[in-house]
């Protein structure tokens, strides 16, 4: 409401109360009818803006009722798809502990010295494995067929576990903290040969005592590996 348009009523009413006697003025005072009788005579102008506002307000509120209103279904699909992700992150929060806890049940306290440790382990068990199967093709003990089926599955298990050993020989040698650090809970280190690689045999110098057509001087020169066709061809 503005205060210009209150103090010119005011200025108004003192206006015309100005002209009258004591007398009038005492009655005035003594009466209530009278008081209201000459604020209804007044024009009130600062009434009238009051009265504006109220109407501009509720009609502003209707308005934002409304539009409030449109915006129920939008609001109410949004609070539905909140919910459906708030239920898909529990899901996927059990999901994960669930995972976790099958890996800790099958990892135990391995560490990733241990698991490279198993690779290599297996790496050589399936080359094994591979050398038996050609061996008892080559003495007529299994067919064609039986021979490629089996032999090429072993060979597939033994290079990609030779594959994943290697990749994680490399990531200890990149970062040797990690040889310390365990899947889950504190197990001791191992101490692993991350140049190990299946089929191929460790150099080691010859006994002296061995009678052998090598010098046995200070060169110590190795034997020659023992040729095997399938390792070398498959």
Do not use: C
Not at 89 to 108: A, P
Not at 114 to 132: F, G, N, P
Not at 182 to 204: F, Q
């Amino acid at each position: 409401m503005s205060i210009e348009i209150l103090q010119s009523d005011a200025k108004a009413a003192v206006a015309k109360l100005s002209s009258l006697s004591n007398n009038e003025l005492d009655e005035i005072m003594n009466s209530d009818e009278k008081i209201e009788q000459i604020l209804n005579e007044l024009e009130q102008s600062y009434l009238k803006e009051i009265e504006n506002e109220k109407e501009n307000i509720m009609a502003n509120n209707h308005s934002v009722a409304e539009y409030n209103l449109s915006k129920e279904p939008e609001l109410v699909e949004l609070r539905e798809k909140v919910q459906e992700l708030s239920e898909q992150g529990e899901e996927l929060s059990k999901s994960v502990e669930e995972k976790m806890k099958i890996l800790r049940e099958k990892g135990g306290d391995m560490s990733l010295e241990t698991a490279l440790a198993l690779l290599q382990t297996a790496a050589s068990e399936m080359e094994e494995d591979s050398d038996k199967i050609a061996q008892k093709f080559l003495d007529n003990d299994s067919d064609l067929d039986d021979f490629l089926d089996q032999f090429l599955v072993k060979r597939k298990l033994m290079h990609t576990r030779l594959v994943k050993a290697e990749k994680l020989s490399k990531l200890l040698q990149r970062d040797p903290s990690l040889s310390n650090i365990p899947n889950y809970i504190n197990s001791p280190p191992l101490n692993i040969n991350t140049n190990y690689i299946p089929g191929v045999p460790p150099v080691s110098p010859p006994s002296v005592h061995q009678g052998v057509p090598y010098p046995t001087g200070p060169f110590n020169m190795p034997m020659p590996p023992a040729m095997n066709y399938f390792q070398n061809h498959y």
